[in-house]
């Protein structure tokens, strides 16, 4: 007979609240699938709800033990059971962490994790489409600490091939898949024109800089603000802007406001940094009417390198400031 493992993980996870701004006159995306202010997610009971199978006696490295488990996560899971749809404290708790466990994993044996799954929901669209909207909820809500473009990708893939879709989400699954597609990381940033205070019209490609941070902002939010003053205030930048001289610019902010108010902007910008800094705005909104960029939400930051190659995509402070400190 087989014997079952479990896992339980203790977790209350707050987010989604006060981490950005949308601001009203730019096109974003709003799918209201994932437009949740605040996930509260908690498991206090260690009776085995959600059963794991042994891992076999031969595996005994823990590497393989994680992908083993990755594989055979969900062998045990009722999927026909639309019952647990409604019990968050088993699916979506499991759930939670199961992708914790993808981080842990080679992203090719993710890919193949995220397939079998997701193959395993089909038994019943209800499911499936449950299941597909807590991989949005955790892996492309602006806001959410599982954010991963890259492991939301084969997820993409995989629902545009399904016939169990509700009617109306493949067009929003496909909007989603040609936007997480554009600027992924490794890959050359688009070109864009960026228009100064003086009206000056420059292309993002041609600015010089060993390192260049894209910080789509709005100086009206309040995110943003914040955002900013964190920025002028690292010291881990300030170590890195302090190597910026006449002949050689190591790292520059690109600020570029992405909106139409464009009197909005000139009547902040006294007040944004300059030194080190490029205040810009995007004259006719090209960047958001061509959807140029994935802005889920503002405030978002980009890190390039010299060739404009992405290296961090809609990414935060600390893990730019964590790039660097490796690099140096």
Known sequence: MNSYR??????????????????????????????????????????????????????????????????????????ADTTLISQPDITEQGFVDYIQLLNDINYSHAVNSIDIMLNKAEVNADMYNYIVSLFEKYFYHPNSPFRDDELYIPVLSNVMSSDLLRDGDKEIYAFQQSMIL?????????????????????????????????????????????????????????????????????????????????????????????????????????VTNKRLYDIKAIPTLYLLDRDKKVILKDTSLEEIENYFMKVR
């Not at 464009?262 to 800094?277: D, F, G, S, Y």
Request: net charge negative; with cysteine; charged share 20%.
């Open 6 to 79: 479990f896992i339980s993980i203790v977790m209350i996870i707050t987010v989604f609240a006060f981490n950005s701004c949308i601001s009203h006159d730019s096109k974003r995306n709003d799918n209201n699938s994932s437009n949740k202010s605040e996930i509260s997610i908690k498991t206090e009971s260690l009776d085995p709800v959600f059963p794991l199978p042994d891992i076999p006696s031969m595996i005994t490295s823990k590497d393989e033990s994680m992908v083993f488990l990755s594989k055979h996560y969900w062998d045990l899971f009722p999927f």
């Open 182 to 286: 554009k600027n992924r990381v490794n890959t050359v940033s688009t070109d864009f024109v960026y228009t100064l205070a003086n009206g000056d019209n420059k292309n993002m490609h041609d600015l010089n800089s060993d390192y260049l941070i894209l910080l789509f902002s709005n100086p009206n939010c309040s995110s943003c603000a914040t955002l900013t003053h964190e920025l002028v205030n690292s010291n881990t930048l300030k170590s890195i802007f302090a190597l910026n001289s006449d002949t050689k610019n190591m790292l520059t902010v690109l600020s570029i406001y992405p909106d139409s108010n464009i009197q909005e902007w000139r009547e902040a910008l006294p007040n944004m940094p300059k030194k080190n800094w490029i205040n810009s705005y995007d004259n006719d909104s090209q």
